[in-house]
């Protein structure tokens, strides 16, 4: 499904800033605020910090983004959605990467008592 159709099915205007951050999310999956602002602006020219945010936060709501908020990290976003995975982020470098699997859903289970 491309990105004015999703827009559009959950009752969203189709505009140049939320196309922007959902094509960078695309490009930059666990991207932060300020990765996905600087590929909008990239993309669509002139778009505020703020604006990039209020994009985000209707986009979440909205269930075409997932927002991740690692301990010690800043908040990311993904377009992955629909699923139950987990990330683990480097302390060192920030880098994220998912993991899902059942001893995975096994192990969080056994840490969340």
Do not use: F
């Amino acid at each position: 499904m491309n990105a004015k159709t999703a827009l559009r099915e959950r009752g969203l205007r189709v505009t140049a800033p939320r196309l922007g951050v959902l094509a960078a999310l695309a490009e930059h999956p666990h991207a932060d605020v300020e990765t996905v602002a600087a590929a909008t602006r990239a993309a669509v020219g002139k778009v505020s910090t703020q604006a990039v945010y209020d994009v985000l936060a209707a986009l979440t709501e909205a269930g075409l983004v997932r927002r991740i908020e690692p301990a010690g990290s800043p908040t990311r976003y993904e377009l992955r959605v629909g699923d139950n995975h987990h990330h683990l982020v480097c302390r060192i470098c920030g880098s994220t990467v998912e993991i899902q699997g059942d001893h995975v859903e096994n192990w969080a289970s056994e840490v969340a008592k």
